[in-house]
């Protein structure tokens, strides 16, 4: 069965640091692989997508790639800050139009 | 716009009670979703519709009927709630594109005792 792991529940870093979150799946190959972010207490919000032909993907101080040959995805905010504490989930496209959650990686980034 | 909004934004029922949940969207987005999320086990799909008058199981379908008359809500019911039941549920909608990208609403706390 398809499987997503998010490599830990939560991750500390200090403000100004590079935030570095994988996702690594198993038993399928999405076309494609979109991040969300989580705040307590609120639904996810779509943040990036990254195809299976693209590497590497863009946006602001956020980073993404995709390594089909690893399975993975890797998650990078740069230049962190107390704002960017959150969840963030991985979601690769599963079958028939349905995405596949990532129990997610909790964020915190110490001031 | 709204975006995606759900009604109740809390609820706690007793073992063996009916509820619906309601999700309403003004994007005129073909399709829609129903989301549990549990501590540990990330977003799990109950149903989804990829249109009006059209609904189909995701992973976790038992327990749970939809219905889709409208194009802009979609409805979860649970006809008889069990304390299994007890989650935060997500409604989310989509555009007819190859990427799926979702747009979530913000969640509906159920408690069943």
């Known amino acids: 069965s398809q499987k997503i792991e998010q490599n830990s529940e939560a991750l500390n870093i200090q403000e100004g640091k590079t935030a570095t979150l994988t996702c690594n799946y198993t038993n399928y190959s999405p076309a494609y692989l979109q991040w969300y972010r989580q705040d307590p207490g609120r639904g996810p919000v779509f943040l990036l997508l990254?195809?299976?032909?693209?590497k590497e993907k863009r946006k602001e101080r956020l980073k993404v790639t995709f390594d089909t040959t690893l399975k993975q995805s890797l998650f990078h905010i740069t230049a962190s800050q107390p704002a960017d504490s959150a969840t963030y989930l991985c979601a690769p496209q599963g079958s028939a139009r349905q995405l596949t959650f990532g129990s997610g990686t909790q964020l915190t980034v110490l001031p | 716009n709204a975006g995606v909004t759900q009604t109740p934004k809390f609820r706690v029922l007793k073992t063996g009670q009916s509820m619906t949940l309601l999700c309403a969207q003004d994007m005129n987005h073909e399709y829609m979703y129903w989301y549990r999320q549990d501590p540990g086990m990330g977003l799990r799909l109950i149903h989804y519709s990829v249109g009006e008058g059209t609904t189909a199981k995701g992973e976790v379908p038992d327990g749970y009927n939809v219905s889709r008359l409208k194009k802009q809500n979609f409805l979860l019911g649970l006809e008889s709630a069990a304390p299994s039941q007890t989650s935060v549920y997500f409604c989310?909608?989509?555009?007819?594109?190859?990427?799926?990208?979702?747009?979530f609403g913000p969640g509906t706390r159920l408690t069943v005792l």
């Open positions: 989310a909608s989509s555009p007819p594109t190859s990427t799926d990208t979702q747009y």
């Open positions: 990254i195809r299976e032909n693209e």
